[in-house]
């Protein structure tokens, strides 16, 4: 499978929902401390065409490519428009790019309303018409595409939020991650949180929702575990996963195996997890050389996962194989 070699250290990589060979990627200069950013859409099946070539040819070249002035930290597709998506900003923008449109012409929408960097973005699954922003001036807002302002800002956390997930089942639902130690359950419908749960005695870094159980939360901190938590009952965490060296910078539940969840950390490590079972880990990849940013899994092909990092490299390739195997 390919593997891209990034014009910046990677921070996070997405899967199209559409299009089963296209990935987006958000990259920024020097670890997103000052510089451009660099928003990337890359085709799969041409890369592992020019692979094959004689030689191993290097990697095409992106199909959308489009700098920005301030360091990117996620990433996200559209769930209902097949060319749109948006892109979390270090100068608290949230942007949104066409790459049906020449770059000339992006992005399309410049969203400016949070006071602090955006570092996380989620794009509604089943409404499919609104997407989530997370930010460190400690709030998350809720945006529609078609509109110049935020829908509505949420209130609560007491430290940065760094990541937020919806719900695969419940349309008006999601769950935050903070520097407060804290995940946030919320309903859009509601004024409040609707659960606050001291997840960890770190800071909260990543989450995410079981596509198959719609109680089953995820989340990984600073204290380099992960703990997955029954909302029902969310007094202690249902199982607890050790593994990872340093701090855990996102996880990611499997759209198509129960149980199954991805997760990358700071000591260049991306595993796989089976939560439910005593020996919980599955996998352990150790071909990044730096710190791991961005993981996914396809919703469109089975297995098939994606990682980047600050070593400048993305790569792609089916659960149960080397990533490196070209």
């Known amino acids: 499978m390919p593997a891209f070699k990034a014009p910046a250290p990677g ?44 030689g191993g040819a290097p990697t095409p070249a992106p199909l959308f490519a489009f700098p920005t002035s ?6 996200a597709w559209s769930e209902s428009h097949e060319s749109l998506c948006a892109a979390a900003s270090g100068d608290g923008s949230v942007r949104l790019f066409d790459i049906a449109l020449p770059p000339a012409q992006n992005p399309v929408r410049l969203l400016r309303e949070h006071a602090r960097e955006v570092h996380g973005l989620d794009w509604n699954p089943v409404r499919r018409d609104a997407f ?95 703990r997955v938590w029954d909302v029902r009952a969310p007094r202690a965490p249902m199982a607890q996963l050790a593994g990872h060296g340093y701090a855990v910078k996102r996880v990611k539940f499997s759209p198509h195996r129960q149980g199954m969840l991805m997760s990358c950390s700071y000591d260049m490590t991306v595993c796989m997890w089976d939560y439910r079972k005593e020996d919980a880990l599955l996998a352990r990849y150790g071909h990044h050389t730096e710190f791991v940013a961005g993981i996914d899994m396809s919703v469109l092909v089975e297995g098939l996962l ?21």
């Not at 301030?70 to 990433?75: H, R």
């Not at 407060?180 to 419908?189: I, K």
């Not at 990682?307 to 490196?324: A, C, H, L, N």
Request: proline share 7%.
């Open 11 to 54: 921070f996070s990589v997405r899967f199209s929902p559409f299009h089963e060979q296209r990935l987006l990627a958000a990259a920024s200069q020097h670890f997103g401390l000052v510089g451009n950013g660099h928003l990337l859409v890359l085709d799969l099946s041409a890369a592992a065409a020019a692979a094959a070539g004689p």
């Open 70 to 75: 301030d360091a990117l930290f996620d990433c």
């Open 132 to 226: 989530l922003s997370a930010s460190w001036d400690d709030t998350l807002k809720l945006w529609s595409p078609e509109r110049p302002a935020s829908v509505r800002t949420f209130r609560g956390h007491e430290y940065c939020v760094y990541a937020a997930a919806w719900s695969a089942r419940h349309p008006d639902v999601f769950a935050s991650a903070s520097g407060d130690r804290t995940a946030r359950v919320w309903d859009v419908r509601e004024p409040a949180p609707t659960l606050v749960i001291p997840a960890h005695d770190h800071e909260v870094l990543s989450l995410d929702w079981d596509k198959y159980d719609p109680s089953i939360l995820a989340t990984g901190s600073v204290d380099k575990s992960i």
């Open 306 to 326: 994606a990682s980047t990092g600050w070593d400048e490299m993305i790569y792609v390739w089916p659960f149960g194989s080397d990533p490196r195997a070209m």
